[in-house]
């Protein structure tokens, strides 16, 4: 048998780690080819397998092998444990776990945790249990910390509070843990450490450890322990062992390996070195970007260059320091049509079944709020099923349209009692009757997994993609069965389906494709030791890597270093070694950098590991510059013309529709000729243009029912309670308000009554000055018609108030907002504010002497009026408005050769309904 350090051996880090490694394996046991089957490959993660198979099926150079056995590091943990008489069954979850130290932490009535529901207290639960696991594989007690902070200046609250605490529940946690008669990461650990033989590993010929960088103290034991006692050998993918010596500190590249083989002892002299062909530097583009939109901008590029030089697809692997921009990612490369291979661990909670159970608890928190009720019934499993060939899409916009035009902001069975509606109400109550079961959890996830199956049975084309989350999911829920609980730490009903949704929350689901097809993209744990030609790096930053740690909450960094725990300095050196490999013996790297003022700055190793990296500075252009949008125009068919003729002469114009038109010609076409109308909203807390509508017809029923001619100085008091009651009756009929608006409205309705009474002031000195209200006009429609073109055109419009005095009359219009910009009003280019000026048109029946004046009443912080021919003559301002105006507007909208075409002016965007449609929306927000 060689000695111990002819067992230790490297493969340089600028090869291929997995190919030299199986040309090594395949000429070391080429006799015993074609079945290998009694060697045994250690590895880090579950991808190195897959690969390694490929890569010594290509060394051999035949088509069939019996490969290796294979395992990862956890696997052969695991192995061990059950050959040494440990019983998995009798190992807990994190959340059986976690329901034992929630106990325990009550009874030692811990202040601050203790009054913690159990779901609040989950998150500070797994970090302590965490912390628990650490302990164990690093083969540190509470004891050892304990000495350390006596021997050390560290202060008084965390040596004599918060240590004595955290031991105090540590030694609880685990008196519970062994009188139940259950075990944990300790005890797997410490049974492997304490009873392990080499009898366990005996049905194997040669052990082989790879590609290994940081390990714990259970693993570095385990691992010395093979070496000594049977024929193996470990293979690292490091630097050369003459530098080996060089790496002792924390701020080196392979520090992780010189502390690993300082721990077995090695004689860094007497290690060997695999492979040492030539390698290439390869090539390193850093591209700093605005935001992670700009950044897949930026990947889609690089992918279409990496493409064309990279014929291979599956030897461009994209790694992902980021796991959260996954989706968005692929969506982006499906979009682009790059074939590519997503193999990563995915949550849970981007499910489909989860976010179907989310939204049902939040429907029934809100008590069936229609936002989010609305947003449930939206959820593909209800809007896309199909129920005796009768799909339920129709049904559910249906639902939602009756909900919006009664205004009812709560559902309730009550409302339908149309049939049409029986099948989907009866399957809504199904699942709101099972979100709130009074059930123990066995029987409530049983409940669950019915109702689910019954709704996938409505949603064959859901069941046809065979997603891997359907089946990771129903098998996550049935688990939660055998959970070995206390079920009064629990609530029941809606509180069972949060604890279930909090417990799969932090649970993944594997998505495995084909390595040897299309673009790679994988997380970065799996990227260790793989091989590509050309790598992305997106999302390179400090915080993500290195990612900050959690470790930190209970223990001190000098003491973690004191007592032989991973500190800081170390976790953040392994993401030096990560960096470090994944870089080097590619020939391209292009790493991206995201520069958003909450992010971090890029990650250090950049400038640590490629000095020599090219910075991009090209700019990646997200204005409509760069997706050229091109200017709607619609040009007048003969069907066109003849409904505009129609609408003409038969609804006619109002202010509204001629503003319209006057700023977009194309908005006026979407909405007066197409009618794509705005989605019907249920407006709980009315907004600026409620309360307008509300105060409008306050006022209009004031004078209209109880002051017709006004009010003198004696009567103010009357005219105010009078109002005020007017102001409640019309927020509480507006038809656009929900039927339960929510009570800030009755907040803002003190507001508007002080603001009413600054009105009714104003209104007396009015009334004093001789002013009158014209009664019959009173908002009510008033029309007019206009010979252009040799057609009767039809103008209208509701005039809120006509006041005579001196007998002439003054056209009001009531403004609760903004008072319009005098621009908007004056004879010009600019002119679009047609409400006045053509109320007072279709008043006079172009009789324009008899109009005074023509006024905007605020009704607001102050009561005010603004004429706007003030000072000046409304005769000549009426005149040029109809000359210059209204006449040449209308007669550009019947021109058959004038397209309806999109504005150039973008504030006329800014507030517009139909800004997506025409793209608008997208240009403002790149």
């Known amino acids: 048998m060689p000695s111990f350090e002819d067992r230790v051996k490297i493969i340089p880090i600028e090869q291929p780690f997995l190919r030299v490694l199986a040309d090594y394996v395949y000429a070391k046991f080429k006799t015993k080819m074609p079945d290998l089957s009694n060697i045994l490959l250690i590895f880090p993660s579950q991808r190195n397998k897959f690969y390694f198979r490929r890569y010594l099926l290509e060394a051999a150079c035949v088509k069939s092998i019996i490969p290796p056995a294979m395992k990862t590091i956890d696997e052969l943990v695991e192995h061990c444990y059950e050959s040494l008489g440990g019983k998995r069954g009798m190992l807990l979850s994190t959340v059986e776990r976690n329901f034992i130290l929630k106990d325990v932490i009550n009874r ?84 492997v450490v304490e009873r392990f033989n080499n009898q366990c590993l005996t049905d194997c010929d040669y052990i082989l450890l790879a590609g290994f960088a940081a390990t714990t103290v259970v693993e570095i034991e385990l691992i010395k322990r093979i070496l000594e006692e049977l024929p193996s050998e470990i293979v690292l993918h490091s630097c050369k062992p003459v530098d080996l010596k060089s790496m002792d500190k924390a701020d080196r590249p392979f520090y992780v390996h010189f502390k690993m083989l300082q721990a077995l002892d090695v004689d860094f002299s007497k290690v060997t070195t695999l492979g040492e062909k030539a390698a290439i530097e390869p090539v390193v583009h850093v591209k700093e970007v605005k935001t992670e939109s700009e950044q897949t901008f930026y990947l889609q590029s690089v992918l279409k260059e990496s493409i064309k030089k990279h014929k291979s697809l599956h030897r461009i692997g994209i790694v992902l320091p980021d796991e959260s921009i996954l989706y968005s990612l692929t969506e982006s490369l499906r979009v682009a049509g790059i ?52 799909a339920l899409r129709s049904l559910v916009y249906q639902l939602e349209d009756f909900m919006t035009k009664q205004r009812l902001n709560y559902f309730g069975r009550e409302h339908f009692v149309d049939n049409r509606f029986a099948f989907l109400v009866d ?281 017709p001619k006004g009010f003198i100085q004696g009567e103010l008091a009357r005219a105010t309670s009078v109002l005020e009651n007017e102001l409640e009756k019309a927020l509480d009929k507006n038809r656009s308000m929900a039927r339960k608006p929510r009570s800030v409205a009755y907040l803002d309705l003190n507001l508007y009554k002080r603001r009413l009474r600054r009105f009714l002031e104003h209104e007396v000195d009015r009334f004093a000055s001789g002013f009158t209200i014209f009664q019959p006009v009173l908002e009510r429609k008033r029309k007019h018609h206009l010979s252009i073109k040799g057609a009767e055109i039809h103008v209208y419009g509701y005039i809120d108030r006509v006041d005579l005095c001196d007998e002439r009359y003054y056209i009001i219009d009531y403004k609760t907002g903004k008072i319009p910009a005098r621009k908007d009003y004056e004879i010009g280019p600019d002119f679009n504010d047609f409400q006045l000026p053509l109320y007072a048109l279709i008043f006079s029946r172009e009789h324009f002497e008899v109009i005074g004046g023509m006024m905007y009443y605020e009704i607001g912080k102050k009561s005010k009026t603004y004429d706007v021919v003030e000072a000046g003559d409304p005769v000549g301002y009426l005149t040029d408005f109809k000359q210059q105006i209204l006449v040449p507007t209308i007669e550009e909208m019947l021109d058959r050769d004038t397209v309806f075409y999109q504005t150039e002016n973008e504030e006329f965007c800014e507030y517009c309904m139909y800004a997506q449609l025409c793209g608008e929306e997208h240009g403002r927000e790149a």
Request: charged share 25%; proline share 4%.
């Open 108 to 191: 030692l009535k811990v202040e601050f945790w203790k009054d913690l529901s159990f779901l609040r207290f989950v998150s500070i639960g797994n970090r302590l249990l965490s912390l628990f696991d650490e302990l164990a594989k690093e083969r540190v007690t509470i004891d050892d910390i304990e000495h350390v902070t006596e021997l050390g200046h560290y202060p008084e609250k965390y040596a004599q509070n918060e240590l004595p605490i955290l031991k105090k529940i540590h030694q609880a946690y685990r008196k519970v843990l062994k009188e139940s008669g259950y075990q944990d990461v300790a005890d797997k650990n410490g049974l």
């Open 339 to 390: 074939e590519y291979n997503r193999s990563a661990g995915l949550p849970l909670a981007q499910s489909s079944l989860y976010s179907f159970l989310g939204q049902l608890h939040e429907v029934v928190t809100s008590d069936y709020h229609y936002a989010e009720f609305f947003s449930f019934i939206r959820h593909p499993l209800f809007k896309n099923a199909v129920v005796k060939g009768h």
């Open 427 to 707: 399957l809504l109550q199904d699942g709101f009757a099972m979100a709130q079961a009074d059930l123990d959890l066995p029987e409530y996830v049983e409940a669950m997994i019915n109702y689910l199956n019954g709704l996938l049975t409505y949603n064959k084309e859901f069941i046809k993609t065979n997603s891997p989350d359907i089946s990771d999911f129903f098998e996550q829920l049935h688990n939660l069965t055998s959970l070995r609980i206390n079920g009064k730490l629990h609530a029941r009903g809606i509180g069972m389906l949060e604890f279930i949704l909090r417990v799969l929350q932090d649970r993944r689901y594997r998505v495995e494709g084909d390595p040897m097809r299309g673009i790679q993209v994988i997380g970065l744990l799996e990227a260790r030791n793989l091989d590509f030609d050309c790598l992305i790096l997106p999302s390179m930053n400090e915080g993500i890597f290195p990612r900050r740690s959690e470790k930190d909450m209970f223990i001190n960094q000098s003491v973690r270093r004191a007592v032989g725990l991973p500190y800081n300095q170390e976790r953040e050196n392994l993401y030096y070694y990560y960096y470090t490999e994944l870089t080097k013996g590619k020939r391209e790297v292009y790493i991206s950098v995201v520069s958003e003022e909450e992010r971090d700055v890029a990650t250090r190793f950049i400038s640590l590991g490629t000095p020599a990296a090219i910075k991009d500075e090209s700019t990646i252009r997200l204005t409509r510059s760069a997706i050229i949008l091109r200017k709607r125009a619609v040009k007048k068919s003969p069907s066109i013309v003849k409904s505009l003729y129609q609408r003409l002469q038969k609804d006619g114009l109002s202010p509204t529709a001629l503003s319209d038109y006057r700023k977009c010609p194309y908005r006026y076409y979407l909405k007066y000729l197409l009618r794509v109308t705005e989605p019907k909203v249920i407006v709980e807390e009315p907004g600026a243009k409620e309360w307008g509508e509300i105060v409008h017809a306050a006022v209009r029923n004031f004078y209209q029912y109880h002051f």
